[in-house]
């Protein structure tokens, strides 16, 4: 039993641990819309960005952008660009660029950011200093959007 305390007290402040070493929402740096640089450190597990992209809680891209790669999932939007090719229509930088704060890189875009944690317009008091995404799943989507590929 205290072994798995231990174990499960020193999981949780690894967690921490790499969580505390995120790139900020406000620290993210954009070169003309594109972001060079992680925002955690560590490569984006597609699989989880899958979920993430169909998650209407999360990044609820369906509700704009169709997606070929998801026909279980109902509803496609077609407010967006269509999602097949995008990983060869766009570098991993430049998909994190639009991800993070997309009105960086079109402006007048109704896309949310989805790395922001203030500038919002009137948002509930619980979400209020938060982005809608984590680093980790913004790093995540990036991954899956890089395995849609036209060929």
Known sequence: MKRALILTLCTAFGATAVAAGDVKPADVVYEDGVVNASLTGQAGDAANGRKVFANRKQGNCLACHANSDMPEEGFHGEVGPMMDGVGE????????????NSKMVFEGTIMPAFYIDSGYERPLDKFAGQSILSAQQVEDVIAYLMTLKDS
């Open 89 to 100: 229509r766009w570098t991993e930088a430049e998909l994190r660029g639009i991800v993070s």
